[in-house]
């Protein structure tokens, strides 16, 4: 095996290793340091193993196979660095927490999965993935034990499980219409032009990854969750998980075969959801359900970046997605730690941490010179000039005002003592990916051979990312004037869901109750038992 | 065996099986249920019988096969009769009452 | 027909005598215990299970390097006049299925069934060795037996030792359970032998590969696939005919209920795979297939529902049971439809068989669970499960594999036989069971879930437990679950045990 090979083997190896470790109880209980340390190969084969040859697994009948893609390794290293930076966060955020252990095991699941997606190769290994992070991360959202974890845990793992089943069956049908039934991802898209369930497959795919990237209107569970978990996870949550399914949708979707108009509408729902997500955003107080919003929305704006590439048939249209994703992977991770970090902070230091939680703020927003600005630029050659650009522009506007209206909560979020100050444990991680949210996105727009550093400080560049951020500033400015939004409850729609799906599954249960009670009445079993056997009778006699 | 004697058993048979099916959907008690049973096994078993002596027809005495199994399966009944009626007598003991129906259908106690 | 093997004449395999041996060896037990007495019957029991284990990899692996269906005719004489043994790959892995579960439920319930020192009444432990002798004999014979007659022995056999199983506490409502038990599988078992004899008067044969070949569309072949059905439909509690089922299993204890629910009511499910795959192929229909699966989906949904509004934990196991014993029966549209598009079966039967042998594993484990969070809490009521997590650990972790496995998720058999099923189906144009495979998976991970948040809730003050559980009990539970668990990997064998000896495509009928 190459260096490479073991390389991608460890990405999933380490963390899955470091998993059955903690079988054993007293090296669970002391797994917490070392939990940054899981994501470190993955790390590296980000930038060792790239586009490396396939590594394959298991029999012939279903090889499990391991390969890392260009877009596959931009959010594999932007996401290992997110694991280790909140790795070393969470060793000190959970290090009095009575269920250390259980904290680690969920983890290392989530994180095992997690890095995994972004290297496995065949459609067996993607769904085993998936469930592994799903599980791993409903741990993590039921970890505080309180009833709106656990209400937000229930509903995570249901949408979870659903988008799973949905997925499977998108991937059988996938299978089934690829020519020597190949379970590799790489052919899937082929497969999926050439099938004769195309429609099928492309609505399954778009229903299961869209569950899990919080595509509204199937966003809801994002906010409960992402509120409910624990700083460090939630950190993890928005940043990298919902990450896993963004590679999905760049693999399996046909982005390099011939235009196809449904991508069109699939960037249309992107972007209704990257603004819906804003205008519900700014009715909300928690600092961190804020930042669930505005992850939502910028979801919805990678979604309506693989639909546009979709419809146009662009190749590159997958690379670019993933760029703006590392930028929300980055910037996303540093402002959840942000508000981990302001709680334990006083007024007197604040200043020193909300100024930098400032500059990644707004650089969200497209902030010029920051990594947002860079990445909204380079997905303006995907998105256009026309309706979708436009409204990819307004969503711009948008998140600079969600943003803003973040950072007012966040400041209102900080230590009651003036003194208090937050550990080095906190501040190290935050500052890390603070500094990485900055950096990378330049590293990465540079290492580009189609763009250079001129194209990024043109006038026209720098007028094209400002105007939004202003009239985005000037909007939150009268918001806050204003002052007048009702507040919406966490998660919107889910209310009305969760009403009705209450009362359907009670009506059903009861129902189900009543008929079960009936049939387990002798005369009527027995009765059921000859109805039966005359049933069975007619249906060989008649039904040939 | 003629046509109109096979068909008159066969007849016999299916009543018997009828009239235990009856027994058995219908009435409460299990000893009454037990019997029932012992009913419509007999009922099958003429059948057998009746399929037994179709080897007349080739000029041999009848088919053995079927007698061997009807003996088989009346043993066999014998015994699912003596479990069952073992089974009442000690509801019968614990509870003082023999009967199928639990006052609520479901959730017994578990141990 | 040509896709048949063909099987006359028809001669004893190279290994054909380990068929008798897998056969004799359970009754030699009961046998034993009966004459060395309830002191004893423990250590016959676990002296024959290891043996019977051994043998039935012998078995698999003699099946394996032959490549086809072993057989073993009873003193030389061929069927129709003797009686043949036969297995295939399907009867080879039910074998070692059984032995391997019967062993782990012997090694949980060797400290609850252990003979009182000091020569106390050793009534229960002497009834229980005993029974689990017989039940694992009946159930050899049922998964051996070649022709119609000895599976109907074979079937009272397993229900004669299960219904003394179910109420071994002897309490009124477990007596009242083993009951309705009884009568309902007599029902039960008198339509299937209506049907047996049915078809003897009809093709003067109750041999297996035999019928198969003379079988006809005609009504008396019409009215025994329908009676026979039926009647294995009863023994097996396929919903709606399942009213025997929940108080039997959740009335029995723990080890007793983990046979019942994992083994006893899949010797009737196997019988209707030898009786619709095998024996009358060409008899049953499409809409009969559909109906058959129509059942099965009318009991996961039924089933998954009523076990979420359970209170009580082995109660919810129980009807869990019942919708995953609806799993099973998705397999015969699948099939009839593979075979009508001249595909082989192999998807749906070995989806089907693995569904079974992965339920049959981690229900064992889960019913075995729920008896040691019995006995640590002294009540199984799941709204008070606050704590078990910390006090068993290791059970509460085979409770979330055995779950996985039940719910689906990889790499669990559950998820390879759905994987293998939802192709099935797909490839066939069978849509509608898919939403059946879909929606069963999320209703099952629903109670899993309720389940595990409440026995993993953090507690202040360590619950006090009533007795503590040794660790090796929990050590069997979790290996059982791990199996489940890790089933799915069979997929990496180069070979599919399951179609040894099993033609590729169906005769001409279920189409």
């Known amino acids: ?544 | 065996m003629s046509v109109a004697e096979s068909t008159f058993y066969g007849l016999c048979a299916a009543a018997l099986v009828g009239i235990g099916l009856y027994g058995l959907i219908v009435n409460p008690q299990p000893l009454r249920k037990i019997l029932s049973f012992n009913l419509v096994g007999s009922g099958v078993f003429l059948i057998f019988g009746v399929v037994a002596r179709r080897g007349a027809a080739l000029g041999m005495g009848g088919d053995p096969v079927p007698q061997a199994l009807v003996i088989t399966g009346i043993v066999v009944a014998f015994s699912a009769t003596a479990l069952a009626v073992a089974l009442v007598v000690r509801l019968h003991e614990t509870t003082g009452a023999a009967t199928l129906m639990p006052a609520d259908a479901g959730e017994p106690p578990t141990p | 027909m040509n896709t048949l093997p063909t099987l006359l004449p028809e001669a004893t395999s190279a290994g054909g005598y380990l068929l008798v041996l897998a056969l004799v060896l359970p009754f030699v037990g009961v046998l034993a215990a009966l004459t060395l007495g309830g002191r004893h019957a423990r250590a016959v029991a676990m002296l024959a299970l290891p043996l019977g284990l051994v043998l039935s990899l012998a078995i698999v692996v003699e099946a394996v390097r032959s490549g086809q269906t072993l057989v073993y005719l009873l003193g030389g004489w061929a069927p129709p006049l003797g009686i043949a043994l036969r297995a295939d790959g399907l009867s080879a892995v039910m074998l070692l299925t059984t032995a391997v579960i019967l062993l782990a439920v012997a090694c949980f319930a060797h400290a609850d069934f252990a003979a009182p020192a000091a020569g106390g009444e050793a009534r229960r432990p002497f009834m229980f060795w005993t029974l689990l002798l017989a039940m694992w004999g009946s159930l050899n014979t049922v998964f051996l037996a070649g022709d119609l007659f000895t599976l109907y022995v074979a079937l009272e056999l397993l229900g004669f030792a299960g219904v003394p199983l179910v109420c071994l506490e002897e309490r009124p409502e477990t007596l009242q359970a083993a009951l309705r038990y009884l009568l309902f599988a007599l029902i039960g078992s008198v339509l299937y032998m209506l049907g047996a004899v049915l078809l003897y008067g009809a093709y003067g044969t109750l041999d297996i590969a035999r019928l198969a070949t003379l079988v006809r569309p005609e009504p008396a072949a019409f009215a025994a696939a329908a009676l026979m059905t039926v009647g294995l439909l009863a023994k097996t509690a396929l919903f709606p005919l399942h009213l025997w089922l929940p108080p039997a299993h959740a009335g029995a204890p723990a080890a007793a209920s983990a046979v019942l629910s994992a083994l006893t009511v899949k010797g009737s499910f196997f019988l209707v795979i030898r009786l619709w795959l095998d024996v009358m192929p060409g008899i049953v229909t499409p809409a009969a297939g559909q109906l058959l699966a129509a059942c099965g989906a009318a009991a996961i949904f039924v089933g998954n529902v009523v076990a979420l509004r359970q209170k009580r934990l082995k109660l919810l196991i129980a009807y869990s049971t019942v919708a995953q014993i609806g799993y099973l029966f998705l397999m015969f549209p699948l099939a009839a439809g593979l075979s009508a598009l001249q595909l082989p079966t192999a998807p749906a039967v070995t989806g089907g068989m693995l569904q079974a042998i992965s339920h049959a594993t981690a229900k064992a484990a889960m019913f075995m669970g729920a008896g040691l969070i019995y006995s640590t809490l002294g009540h199984d009521r799941i709204a008070d499960l606050r704590g078990v997590g910390r006090q068993l650990p290791m059970t509460m972790l085979a409770f979330a594999l055995g779950g996985v496995a039940l719910i689906g998720l990889p790499p669990s058999g559950g998820f390879m036989a759905k994987w293998l099923l939802l192709a099935a189906a797909l490839t066939t144009g069978q849509w509608w069971w898919v939403v059946v495979l879909v929606l069963g998976g999320l209703l099952t991970s629903f109670y899993v879930f309720i389940v595990l948040v409440r026995a993993m809730a953090a507690v202040d003050v360590p619950l006090t437990p009533k007795i503590v559980v040794p660790r090796h009990r929990e050590a069997v539970v979790l290996a059982l679950a791990g199996l489940s668990f890790l089933l799915g990997c069979v997929a990496l064998l180069p070979l599919d045990v399951v179609q040894i000896g099993r033609p590729a495509l169906l005769p001409a009928g279920l189409q």
């Open chain 1, 1 to 544: 095996m190459s260096f490479t090979a073991l390389l991608l083997t460890a990405t999933v190896g380490l963390p899955l290793a470091m998993l059955l470790a903690c079988l054993w109880q007293p090296l669970r209980e002391r797994m917490l340091p070392w939990l940054a340390l899981g994501a470190v190969p993955g790390l590296a084969a980000a930038f060792l193993s790239v586009r490396g040859e396939l590594l394959v697994l298991g029999s012939a009948r279903f090889p499990l196979a391991f390969a890392l893609d260009r877009p596959g390794a931009v959010l594999l290293g932007v996401a290992a660095l997110l694991w280790l930076a909140g790795g070393w966060y969470a060793a000190e955020y959970q290090r009095q927490a009575p269920d250390r252990g259980r904290f680690a095991v969920c983890w290392l699941m989530t994180l095992s999965g997690c890095l995994g997606i972004f290297v496995a190769a065949d459609m067996v290994s993607v769904y085993l993935l998936l469930a592994l992070l799903s599980v791993g991360t409903t741990g993590l959202v039921l970890q505080t034990g309180t009833p709106p974890a656990l209400r937000a845990g229930a509903i995570y793992i249901g949408m979870a499980l659903l988008a799973e089943s949905l997925l499977l069956v998108g991937f059988v049908l996938i299978v089934n219409s690829a020519p020597g039934n190949t379970l590799l991802v790489a052919d899937a898209p082929a497969a999926i032009v050439a099938s004769p369930w195309r429609d099928a497959i492309f609505a399954l795919l778009i229903a299961g990854f869209g569950i899990k990237v919080g595509l509204v209107p199937l966003h809801f569970w994002i906010p409960l969750a992402h509120g409910a978990a624990p700083v460090p996870a939630s950190a993890l949550l928005s940043g990298a998980v919902v990450k896993a399914s963004v590679i999905g949708l760049i693999r399996f979707l046909p982005l390099d075969h011939s235009p196809w108009a449904a991508g069109a509408a699939l960037a249309a729902v992107g972007l209704f959801g990257a603004l819906y997500a804003v205008a519900v955003g700014v009715t909300q107080r928690h600092p961190k359900t804020v930042l669930a919003y505005s992850s939502v929305s910028q979801l919805g704006v990678i979604v309506a970046i693989i639909g546009m590439g979709m419809a146009s048939g662009d190749p590159n249209a997958g690379l670019i997605a993933a760029f703006y994703a590392s930028n929300h992977v980055l910037s996303k991770g540093a402002l959840f730690m942000a508000v981990g970090v302001v709680s334990a902070t006083g007024s007197r230091r604040l200043w020193t941490i909300m100024l930098p939680a400032a500059v990644l703020a707004v650089g969200l927003g497209g902030l010029p010179l920051s990594g947002g600005a860079l990445t909204k630029a380079v997905a303006k050659e995907v998105l256009g000039d026309g309706p979708s650009g436009a409204l990819a522009t307004l969503s711009a506007i948008g998140t600079t005002l969600l943003m803003l209206h973040f950072l007012r909560r966040l400041r209102a979020f900080a230590a009651e003592d003036p003194a208090a100050t937050a550990s080095c444990g906190l501040r190290r991680p935050w500052l890390l990916m603070a500094v990485a949210s900055l950096v990378v996105p330049w590293a990465l727009f540079l290492l580009s051979p189609r763009y250079s550093l001129p194209d990024a400080l043109a006038p026209y560049a720098l007028w094209a990312a400002l105007w939004p951020i202003a009239v985005g500033g000037a909007l939150a400015y009268l918001l806050a004037r204003w002052q007048r939004l009702p507040e919406l409850p966490e998660g919107d729609v889910v209310v009305a869901l969760e009403r009705a799906g209450l009362a359907l599954s009670a009506m059903a249960g009861a129902a189900c109750v009543r008929l079960d009670g009936a049939l387990r009445q002798w005369p009527l079993a027995s009765v059921a038992l000859l109805g039966l056997a005359l049933a069975f009778a007619v249906a060989t006699l008649a039904g040939r």
